[in-house]
């Protein structure tokens, strides 16, 4: 997983719209990009909600908020539209981004192995080099950290 210190990688997403853009257009101010597993799933719409909350925070500080999973950009569309979501919300279907942040991991259920997204928020700075990443989010309080972490980057 890429830590503190690393630039961020030059990776392409996709828009719920289906449009292909790159991290970099948000190049010369700060950002927050976080991943987490499957839309429209219990912590994954409280996270988003969360950051959604606190949007017009962020949006004074300057600080846009991405949000990717390996969703279809309809299911994105449909997540966003369903809770009225205000944060950007990217498709890795190709799983690429996420390798290059390193949270496509392995993880484990009921003694079952298999890939998935590791829920995990990365803090770029506005000169592209990540100041702060929360390799294991728990979800609850975690968009109010974040925030916090945001001002005291000024």
């Known amino acids: 997983m890429l830590e503190a210190g690393d630039t961020l ?3 392409n997403l996709v828009d719920i719209d289906g449009a292909a853009f790159s991290l970099a257009r948000y190049k010369g ?9 499957k839309a429209d799933t219990p912590g994954c719409t409280t996270e988003a909600k969360d950051f959604t909350e606190l949007m017009a925070e962020f949006a004074k500080a300057g ?7 390996k969703d279809k950009p309809a299911k994105l569309a449909k997540f ?4 009225d979501l205000k944060v950007v ?8 981004v996420c390798e290059a942040f390193g949270t496509w991991v392995e993880k484990s259920m009921y003694g079952r192995k298999y890939m998935g997204i590791a ?6 700075g506005a000169d592209g080099v990540i100041a702060r990443v929360w390799p294991k989010v728990k979800v609850k309080g975690h968009a109010a950290e974040v925030l ?3 001002k005291a980057l000024g």
């Open 29 to 37: 101010k700060p950002l927050i990009v976080y991943f987490y597993p």
């Open 80 to 83: 966003r539209d369903k809770y």
């Open 63 to 69: 600080v846009p908020v991405v949000g990717v999973s």
């Open 148 to 150: 916090e972490a945001v």
């Open 9 to 11: 990688p030059d990776v």
């Open 89 to 96: 919300l990217a498709s890795d279907e190709e799983g690429g």
């Open 119 to 124: 829920r995990a928020t990365f803090l770029v």
